[in-house]
């Protein structure tokens, strides 16, 4: 699967979870900010450093989908044998 089409699958499957995946610049903002999960008024969202490599926002990605509870949700196999792989410590 191209790096692409795994990151835009990863999207989905937070989105099927309920956590909004938003890229934003973190270059001047005045304090020290890294990717992450946190919650804002009430909704979940993963917020990206748009400025990372495509890889870099993958592994952070699916690292966050890795820790939480995705049994009852449809991934692609691929996708979800790749959360399997971080979630073991082998991504």
Do not use: W
């Amino acid at each position: 699967m191209k790096p692409e089409q795994l990151y835009a699958d990863l999207k989905a499957a937070a989105e099927k979870l309920g956590i909004t995946v938003a890229e934003k610049s973190f270059r001047n903002v005045g304090i020290k900010v890294e990717s992450g999960l946190c919650t804002v008024k009430g909704r979940k969202m993963y917020i990206l450093d748009r400025n990372k490599s495509l890889s870099e926002k993958i592994q952070l990605l699916g690292g966050c989908l890795a820790v939480m509870p995705n049994e009852h949700i449809y991934m692609v196999p691929f996708v979800r044998e790749y959360i399997e792989g971080l979630r073991e410590g082998g991504g």
